[in-house]
């Protein structure tokens, strides 16, 4: 006689009293974070979705006006031109950040007993204010005296107007953001610090080159960060502002002198549009655009890391 | 909507898109519609930064005693004010630029001053013309003025004097003179410039260019632009050469930026420029810093040759949804009589004496201020050069105009300055430039007055 022995299914399993309590307790510390995402993130996504079908000043009530926003925002040369200058930002930043930052970490995983102080230098220009680094780039860009164009003038090169120039303003804005890759070179550096030695060692017995190990080995295991820095680069390209707002845009000293359509980012133009003329509910349509845009190439990215990107202990 | 909503609204925009800055709130203890001389009243946008202010601030708080002053310092900040005005939290006072008054005003964020002026009785009589105008919007007052900024021509006679010329032979009237003058003044060096002749100050000063020419950028009430009339585009045109011809934009910036006009080492000390129209606090500066430099100070001119200034400067505004209206109106009249910004030029006077430098005036929205001001404590300081310059400040703060308040101030500012850039960075002419500015501010203005 056959006998059967019936197991609960798994999403029907009880749990057990210390299961319960554990969860309990899981939930506790993250209420915090969960209450925070709900205040200050989820509610006002929410009422922003709703603002950016509306017509709002911030002083007056809103005034429901369909999709006018998203028409005139998808007929607005202006935003047209910041998102055109923030995504040409990000296909120069991101790729330069990226491998300048790995070129370092290598090096500085050569380093001996002094790569402690170097991974300090290297990191800290990211503990320096945007505010300043913004500041401290209109100096350095100087056309006249800028340091960056006397040590190409010793080189007999005469450097280009970086922030008065169209065609220069953003190559200069990408020198500005290589300030701080600091964070991007930590990451790769613990990342190849965790690569397997036996792999490398593997590597050489089969005779592979220094180039065959970066690429069969080093890059495969780094994989998964170089992955994150993508995501993270270039949703915070997509978001530059602080920086360049001071260099060209800050205060009303700066904002009566020289700024560069070049320059117009459109975070930046999101901000005008809300706090200095008063359209909020248009820049609530924009900002919903700029989340869709990031949403949209992050998944992409996601889509693609199927295919590139190692994990430990996943079967690739 | 529900405010809450509202507010959570406003920081949503930039939860989305940037990181976003906590509001700041008007005083929650006020003791609210209390009369004048009671309760809590609370400021933005202004400081305590020297003896002109704090004076007058002393002056309020001996004239009313009972009144809890609480000054947020810091500069005005649109954000800070709005993220406050969306939490119906706002402050009793604001302290913002006068062009930001139009905007605020139609879009009912500041009331009118009508019945402040009544209850107060305060004389609006004795404020300059154009303060007033750039304070009020369809005929209806909204803010008080404070100080009267204007622009003069400075002249560095010791580089005149090298170039051959006199003061009296720079003529800014004589626009079709004015690139010879330049390339005369000027020193470029194997493409380094390392004097400037003229400097136009464009952006910032085209306004003023194409008054002299004539034109009004923006009509009276502030409705409609005139950014493509063929004037403008002329005074345009003019300001670009003095700058193209001194080897271009970029390099032309580029060594501007490196003036700094607050040190002993200012352009004029240093010889870097030799003629250039700017605001009447250089003088104050250059007074302190280089007392032997050869200072020549002229009035800008329109092209007729009549003295011209523009003018500009603070405002005090009282915001809807204030607590203690009543107070912060005293607090108005206080801060902006004539009697207190006499104390307070007297401290400004007696803080140089003590410091060893000269005196040399303040310049406020308040012309009776300004009279006894200089009749009653202004000395000369003995410096020929410098007691001429505050001679010529003060005679064209007759002759001052003001860009008037304009519902869409912001954008219209926005649309002319980008314009005037676009023309300095070599990427239209200035025709074309002005003619998009007119549509985009026409758009703007049509769009604010509906």
Redesign the interface.
């Known amino acids: 006689m056959a006998t059967t022995v019936s197991t609960p299914a798994p999403g029907r399993r009880r749990r057990t009293p210390l299961a319960r309590r554990e969860a309990r307790w899981a939930y506790l510390f993250l209420a915090p974070w969960i209450v925070g995402f709900l205040v200050f993130y989820a509610g006002p996504m929410i009422a922003s979705l709703w603002l950016s079908f509306t017509e709002y000043d911030v002083i007056n009530a809103p005034r429901f006006t369909g999709l006018d926003n998203y028409r005139e925002l998808m007929a607005d040369p202006q935003v047209a031109r910041s998102l055109g200058n923030t995504v040409y930002y990000t296909a120069l930043h991101v790729p330069l950040v990226m491998a300048i930052s790995l070129g370092l970490a290598l090096l500085l995983k050569r380093v001996g007993r002094l790569q402690g102080f170097f991974r300090t230098v290297f990191y800290l220009p990211v503990m320096t204010p945007a505010v300043a680094v913004g500041i401290l780039f209109l100096l350095l860009l100087n056309t006249q005296d800028g340091l960056i164009n006397r040590g190409l003038a010793l080189f007999g090169i005469e450097g280009p107007s970086w922030t008065t120039d169209p065609t220069w303003v953003m190559p200069g804005i990408v020198l500005m953001s290589l300030w701080s890759l600091g964070s991007t070179v930590i990451i790769y550096l613990a990342a190849l610090q965790n690569v397997p030695r036996d792999l490398y060692e593997a590597a050489d017995l089969d005779g592979a080159g220094a180039w065959a190990r970066f690429r069969h080995v080093t890059l495969p295991m780094i994989s998964g960060s170089l992955f994150f820095t993508l995501i993270v680069n270039t949703i915070a390209s997509l978001q530059m502002f602080t920086e360049v707002y001071t260099m060209y845009f800050g205060n009303r000293e700066t904002q009566n002198r020289f700024n560069s359509d070049a320059a117009s980012f459109y975070v930046i133009h999101l901000f005008q549009e809300a706090f200095q003329f008063l359209h909020m509910g248009f820049a609530s349509a924009m900002a919903w655009v700029l989340f869709l845009i990031i949403l949209l190439i992050t998944l992409v990215q996601v889509k693609l890391s199927n295919r590139f990107v190692y994990y430990e202990g996943e079967d690739q | ?1 529900s405010r809450t ?2 507010v ?11 990181s976003g800055c906590g509001g700041v709130g008007g005083g929650g203890d006020s003791a609210g519609g209390g009369g004048t001389g009671k309760g809590a009243l609370t400021t933005m946008g202004f400081g305590l930064s020297d003896e002109i202010a704090t004076t007058r601030v002393d002056a309020f708080k001996k004239a009313d005693p009972d009144v809890d002053l609480k000054i947020t310092e810091g ?1 005005f900040d ?2 800070q004010f ?1 993220s406050a ?2 939490s119906g939290n706002p402050p009793d006072l604001v302290y913002m ?1 006068r062009k930001l008054v139009g ?2 005003a139609k ?3 500041i009331q009118p001053m009508t019945d402040c002026v009544k209850q107060q009785n305060i004389d609006m009589g004795q404020y300059r013309p154009a303060a007033k105008d750039q304070v009020t919007l369809d005929g209806t007052v909204y803010a008080i003025p404070e100080f009267s900024s204007v622009r003069v021509v400075y002249l560095n006679e010791a580089l005149l004097r090298q170039a051959r010329l006199t003061a009296d032979q720079v003529d800014l009237s004589n626009w079709a003179a004015l690139p010879a003058l330049n390339a005369r003044l000027a020193k470029v060096t194997g ?3 390392s004097r400037i002749g003229i400097d136009p100050k464009i ?2 000063f085209l306004p003023m260019w194409a008054k002299a020419n004539g034109a009004d950028m923006i009509s009276a009430d502030g409705t409609k632009a005139n950014l493509d009339d063929p004037k403008v585009v002329e005074a345009l045109t003019t300001g670009v050469k003095l700058i193209s011809d001194q080897g ?4 032309f ?3 501007r ?2 003036f700094d006009f607050f040190g002993a080492k200012n352009p004029l000390a240093t010889n870097q420029i030799v003629a250039w129209p700017m605001e009447e606090w250089f003088l104050n500066q250059a007074a302190k810093n280089s007392p032997k430099a050869e200072l020549v100070v002229k009035p800008f001119v329109d092209r007729q040759g009549k003295p011209l200034t523009m003018s500009s400067g603070q405002a005090w505004v009282i915001t ?1 949804g204030a607590k203690n209206p009543d107070a912060a109106c005293a607090f108005v009249k206080t801060m902006t009589a004539t009697d207190t910004w006499f104390a307070a030029a007297k401290a400004r006077a007696e803080a140089r004496k003590a410091a060893g430098q000269p005196f040399t005036g303040v310049y406020t929205g308040n012309a009776e201020a300004d009279k006894k001001i200089f009749d009653e404590l202004y000395q000369p300081t003995g410096n020929k050069r410098f007691d001429d310059a505050v001679a010529t400040i003060r005679s064209v703060q007759e002759a001052g105009f003001a860009m008037p308040a304009s519902p ?1 101030g ?2 219209f500012d ?1 649309a002319w ?2 314009a005037v ?2 023309v ?4 239209e002419q200035p025709e074309a430039a002005l003619r998009r500015a007119q549509q985009e501010a026409t758009a ?1 203005l049509d769009k604010a007055a509906k």
């Open positions: 909507m909503l509202r959570t609204a406003l920081a949503g925009v930039l939860t989305l898109a940037v500069a649109e954000q709005l005005v969306a630029d905007t605020y879009r009912g964020s493409g380094r410039l952006p910032e271009g934009f970029g390099k910036k580029s060594f930026d490196t809807k869409a912001a954008e926005k300055y980008d850039n676009r300095l960075a070599g990427q703007a």
